[in-house]
């Protein structure tokens, strides 16, 4: 299928103001893409790029004082398949694990595996390792925690989240990451596009969306403690430990956020031609 996605960010700066960007679909996905989703800006500035410590697209742009708008806008090209599922895949114990995944085994901003490991071995400890006992908390986590962007708040950390019992996708994220983590499963935080494609409408709001991939069975598999189900459609921006490490914009400077659209949608061959 072709799915167009994108998104646009409007602001108002007191003041020229640096910024960086992480709003490109993830390098593994490039190469599906049948139009670029490059950023452009209004009005144009300069723009340079890198790769962050995790393989991550930034931009590095100065915004100019007053308003400023930002935004991607490409096609990509998807197989049409759900997240897929492994129901035998095991937990590796953590001598056997590859170097590279042992970070994703600690502790980081917002996800206290120091506070919340006690607990984590309280509620899932029976379980049966493996692809069980992520699923089992992504049903504890989906069930715990109330939904509503009323209750988004920027500094909400996974022990926070489990004390109040309320968040958005990312409150979700890090609290089943850590509960992950703790339970000695290597877990990363995603963020990126979730569709609503072949899902029956009324829709909402688009958003972007959080939400983990676990080390089981010697691959990453993704989990979505916040919908907790597969879904078609799902478009990977970044990953890291945390939010921390993958804000869509970090604005270095006073700000107002005054627009925010996001888009994905199945579209025809002929459409956007």
């Not at 990509?76 to 895949?89: K, M, N, Q, R, T």
């Not at 009324?202 to 069975?217: I, K, R, T, V």
Request: with cysteine; net charge negative.
């Amino acid at each position: 299928m072709r799915i167009r996605l994108g998104c646009e960010l409007a602001y108002q700066l007191p003041a020229p103001t640096p910024m960086i960007i992480n709003l490109n679909v993830h390098y593994s996905r490039v190469g599906s893409l049948e139009r670029p989703d490059h950023l452009v800006t209004k009005p144009p500035v300069p723009i340079t790029s890198y790769r962050d410590s995790f393989g991550n697209w930034c931009n590095r742009l100065v915004a100019p004082a007053g308003d400023f708008v930002l935004g991607t806008d490409g096609v990509i090209h998807d197989e049409g398949l759900s997240d897929p599922v492994g129901l035998d895949a095991i937990q590796h114990e953590v001598e056997d694990l590859p170097s590279e995944t042992l970070q994703f085994l600690l502790g980081s901003r917002y996800c206290e595996t120091d506070l919340l490991s006690n607990e984590a071995w309280r509620l899932f400890g029976h379980t049966t390792p493996g692809w069980g006992r992520v699923q089992a908390i992504c049903d504890f986590v989906h069930n715990h925690v109330r939904f509503g962007y009323e209750n988004s708040r920027a500094t909400r950390t996974a022990a926070e989240t489990y004390a109040e019992g309320v968040g958005v996708c990312r409150d979700y994220t890090h609290l089943a990451v850590t509960f992950c983590r703790a339970m000695n499963i290597p877990t990363r935080y995603c963020t990126g596009y979730i569709s609503d494609i072949g899902l029956p409408p009324p829709y909402a709001s688009m958003d972007f969306a959080a939400w983990m991939e676990c080390y089981l069975g010697g691959q990453w598999w993704t989990f979505d403690p916040r919908n907790n189900a597969p879904r078609f459609g799902r478009v990977l921006i970044a990953q890291g430990r945390d939010a921390a490490d993958v804000p869509l914009t970090h604005t270095f400077g006073q700000n107002t956020l005054t627009g925010f659209k996001v888009w994905i949608r199945e579209e025809s061959a002929d459409q956007g031609k």
